[in-house]
T-cell receptor
């Protein structure tokens, strides 16, 4: 079965500290892509970071980094130096197959609250 | 990133009426558009995949006669909720994707539908 699991319904972090949001995935296809999206209360989905299954290096985008552990099938998002504006819902998602179709399987999401 | 415009951002309609939601890719041609549904504090669930010029592919459990999808051009897909009922009240969000283009799909702003 193809599935994304986010086991943290809610997380708190102090402003300026780092936080890790967990994501595990399940697929038997050797080719896949892993994504993280941020969804503020307004509802739009903001793309944060992408990791391909064959990428050797962990992806980084500014304050976001993806801790990709292939053997453990985990793709945790690390946000460094948290800001108040980081408070939102975060979704881990996956595409399957060597040809990226844009079709995403989403996890349940984690609500992050940044405390001042 | 590319811009996807979804309209309206919110709509209130009476039970039994139909509502049309538009999803437009403004600065690129989308080979595929996806429609998702999201209940409060929950994940995004894929409803259907829409390819320009062909019939939409619906996910299991989604009523194709109730949720009509039309993808008339490479920049426009519409979702029509027919004979809406209160249980159809939800957040509907589209994404647009180009094969061979960017890695990620780009999302519209979403539409909050309330059926009274």
């Amino acid at each position: 079965a193809q599935k994304i699991t986010q086991t943290q319904p809610g997380m708190f972090v102090q402003e300026k500290e780092a936080v890790t949001l967990d994501c595990t995935y399940d697929t038997s296809d050797p080719s896949y892509g892993l994504f993280w999206y941020k969804q503020p209360s307004s509802g739009e989905m903001i793309f944060l970071i992408y990791q391909g299954s064959y990428d050797q290096q962990n992806a980084t985008e500014g304050r976001y980094s993806l801790n990709f552990q292939k053997a453990r099938k985990s793709a945790n998002l690390v946000i460094s130096a948290s800001q108040l504006g980081d408070s939102a819902m975060y979704f881990c998602a996956m595409t399957i197959g060597s040809s990226n179709t844009g079709k995403l399987i989403f996890g349940q999401g984690t609500t992050l609250q940044v405390k001042p | 990133g590319a811009v996807v415009s979804q309209h309206p951002s919110w709509v209130i309609c009476k039970s039994g009426t139909s509502v049309k939601i538009e999803c437009r890719s403004l600065d690129f041609q989308a080979t595929t558009m996806f429609w998702y549904r999201q209940f409060p504090k929950q994940s995004l669930m894929l409803m259907a995949t829409s390819n320009e010029g062909s019939k939409a592919t619906y996910e299991q459990g989604v009523e194709k006669d109730k949720f009509l999808i039309n993808h008339a051009s490479l920049t426009l897909s519409t979702l029509t909720v027919t004979s809406a009922h209160p249980e159809d009240s939800s957040f509907y969000i589209c994404s647009a994707f180009t094969a061979g283009g960017n890695t990620e799909a780009f999302f519209g702003q979403g539409t909050r539908l309330t059926v009274v």
